[in-house]
């Protein structure tokens, strides 16, 4: 076997995709994960590519059990799932800059989770109305709930992140 090795990005990309879902599914018990008005309180979680390349993939994962679980339908499913992607890569990218960095997940979900909730769930309300929801939601869950975050990790993060 390579010494080389370690399984310890694997454990961080599961341990943060269960998280994603427990905080999801939290989320959903308040009506708050898959309608119009979204406030995923997982999304703060989005700030962890900040600190580790394996959040990307928990992120992602956790995004797409989430979404099975919470009974998305199926292009939900895959887009909802490709914006959180798209936005802990941006944030992966952004992360010498924390604040700027929480924007791509609000960015992305902003972009491409209106047109799904207009078009494939037909909720009442226009794409403005959505964007505009979708988008304080993310602001809420990422960019401030993300900052704080990110804020107590950073104090911690050499014990955390060895």
Not at 94 to 118: C, D, G, S, Y
Not at 127 to 138: D, R, S
Request: glycine share 6%; proline share 7%; hydrophobic share 55%.
């Amino acid at each position: 076997m390579n010494k080389s090795f370690s399984a310890k990005p694997m454990i961080y990309s599961a341990f943060i995709a269960a998280l994603y879902v427990i905080l999801t599914y939290v989320a959903n018990l308040m009506g708050l994960a898959n309608n119009p008005i979204q406030v995923r309180f997982s999304e703060a979680l989005c700030v962890l590519p900040i600190f580790l390349p394996a959040a990307i993939p928990g992120l992602f994962i956790g995004c797409i059990i989430s979404n099975v679980l919470t009974g998305a339908i199926f292009i939900d499913i895959i887009f909802g799932s490709l914006a959180t992607l798209i936005g802990a890569i941006g944030t992966r990218c952004l992360r010498k800059h924390p604040l700027i960095a929480t924007f791509p997940p609000v960015i992305a979900n902003t972009l491409i989770i209106p047109p799904i909730l207009a078009y494939a769930y037909h909720f009442e309300g226009s794409l403005p109305y959505f964007a505009i929801t979708v988008g304080l939601g993310e602001i809420i869950s990422c960019v401030i709930m993300g900052f704080i975050f990110y804020k107590i990790l950073y104090k911690y993060k050499e014990n955390i992140f060895r």
